[in-house]
């Protein structure tokens, strides 16, 4: 279940932001939203994308209030950034907390992992590594 509800947002995301290529936008981040958590890593996952054409990161955080997905974002942006995530890692995490397939799942839009903060969305939502376009 929790694979096919990674996959799942996945693929949402991708269609996104390849929907926003084509002039359709539909944004799945809702600033009205947006929380912030503190906790622990408990998985890293790495995801394909639609057609298998790149790969996302998905957190799997332990809070106060339980285990909590975090769509994190594609591979090659985090290798850009430099940055990787591991498991046991205390993280910070800002983003929109929304439901897919019944689930809570937070599309990151900062992590902070120690002393290294990452900036994955900005103030509207949009994808930062979108702005060149999907690899």
Request: glycine residues 10%.
């Amino acid at each position: 279940m929790k694979t096919f509800l990674a996959f799942s947002v996945v693929l949402i995301v991708a269609s996104s932001a390849f929907s926003q290529g084509m002039g359709q936008r539909r944004n799945f981040y809702d600033q009205s939203t947006v929380t912030t958590i503190k906790g622990t890593i408990q998985s890293v996952d790495t995801l394909s994308g639609h057609r298998g054409n790149f790969h996302m990161i998905e957190l799997t955080v332990k809070d106060t209030s339980g285990t909590i997905a975090v769509n994190v974002g594609p591979t090659f942006y985090l290798d850009e950034q430099k940055i990787s995530f591991k498991v046991g890692d205390n993280v910070v995490v800002t983003g929109s907390k929304v439901q897919f397939n019944g689930n809570d799942v937070i599309l990151a839009a900062q992590v902070k992992d120690g002393d290294k903060t990452i900036t994955l969305r900005d103030d509207s939502g949009r994808p930062v590594w979108a702005r060149g376009g999907m690899r």
